[in-house]
C-alpha cells in the first residue's frame, strides 16, 4: 500500500507564454526535453507526439532536463514537484507548474520487500494502515522542507459519519 504519492509536473519557464496549459504543448512547434528510455520520454511520446523532442543519454541526471528548459534548449519537461524545486532552491523561482492541479502521472510510493512475503506484505500494511490514519505518516513528510507541498497524501479509507445519531424526545 502506498505511503504517499508522487506526480509528475509540467515545467515551463516562469514567464514564457508559449505554453500556457498542458493541451498546448502537443505542437510541432514546442520542444520537449527528455532522457531516453526514462518517464519523461515515455510521457512525450504517449501524451505529446506531435512536439520535437530534445533527448538526453539514458544515463543523464533528472537535473540535465531542467538545465535544457533552463537554458531555452527545450521549452517544457517532466519532472517530480520535489525534483523541480530542489532545483529551484539554487536558482530561484524560474519554472512554474503548469499541471500541478492534474499531474501527468501519479506514482504510489511504497515499501519493497522479496518475492512472496506475504506474511511480511501483511504486517506492513497492517503498521502503514494504522501509521496513514493517525496522521504520523503526514507529519513526518512535513518534516522534511518541500516534500509536503510537491507530495500528494494518500485519502482515508473512511469518509465522516453520514449523521449525528438523533435523539428521540420522550412523550
Do not use: H
Not at 531516453?36 to 544515463?59: C, D, H, S, W, Y
Not at 537535473?63 to 525534483?83: G, R, Y
Amino acid at each position: 500500500m502506498p505511503l504517499y504519492y508522487s506526480g509528475i509536473g509540467a515545467y515551463v519557464r516562469k514567464g514564457d507564454n508559449k505554453i500556457r496549459s498542458v493541451a498546448d504543448i502537443n505542437s510541432p512547434d514546442l520542444r520537449i526535453a527528455t532522457v531516453e528510455g526514462e518517464m519523461t520520454n515515455i510521457i512525450a511520446r504517449q501524451q505529446f507526439p506531435k512536439a520535437q523532442k530534445v533527448t538526453l543519454p539514458q544515463l543523464s541526471e533528472v537535473s540535465q532536463v531542467l538545465i535544457q528548459l533552463e537554458q531555452n534548449k527545450a521549452d517544457v519537461t517532466f519532472v517530480e514537484p520535489f525534483q523541480a524545486n530542489e532545483f529551484m532552491a539554487s536558482r530561484g523561482e524560474v519554472f512554474e507548474n503548469i499541471a500541478q492541479d492534474t499531474p501527468l502521472r501519479v506514482f504510489g510510493n511504497t515499501l519493497m520487500f522479496a518475492k512472496g512475503e506475504f506474511k511480511l506484505q501483511s504486517m506492513l500494511n497492517t503498521a502503514l494502515q494504522e501509521d496513514l490514519q493517525s496522521g504520523f505518516v503526514k507529519e513526518s513528510i512535513a518534516k522534511y522542507k518541500g516534500a509536503a507541498a510537491s507530495l500528494y497524501p494518500v485519502k482515508p479509507p473512511f469518509d465522516p459519519p453520514y449523521s449525528k445519531p438523533q435523539v428521540q424526545a420522550k412523550q
